[in-house]
């Protein structure tokens, strides 16, 4: 189980697939909304550029909609984050959590 506080830190490492190198992300969480948003600051292998995480989620009745946004401080930031493919492990992560929080239809074991 993962707690999840206003003003609480966040800490994780992942390893890029392209090079083996493992990077760092540390920050903290700024909102937390259970169920519908989440927003934190992470910084990658402190170097002093945080990125502002969003994730907000809806639910229409049958199924969940999330949107993730990341904003960056400038173009540097960002630049970086893309060649060294934010977007695919951002779905990476969306799956993971797609399957974390998946609910079995009725009837199922």
């Not at 909609?65 to 695919?88: D, F, I, Q, W, Y």
Request: proline share 6%; hydrophobic share 40%; net charge negative.
């Amino acid at each position: 189980m993962v707690r999840v506080n206003p003003n609480g830190l966040v800490q994780f490492g992942h390893v890029q697939a392209t090079n083996g190198q493992e990077l760092v992300f540390a920050g903290s969480h700024l909102e937390v909304t259970p169920f519908n948003r989440l927003v934190n600051t992470v910084e990658i292998d402190a170097h002093g550029n945080p990125v502002t995480t969003t994730v907000e989620l809806r639910w229409d009745g049958a199924s969940t909609g999330v949107t993730l946004t990341n904003l960056c401080a400038s173009k540097e930031v960002r630049e970086p984050m893309v060649k060294h493919g934010a977007e695919a492990g951002a779905m990476v992560a969306l799956a993971q959590l797609a399957k974390l929080i998946e609910v079995p239809e009725r009837g199922s074991p």
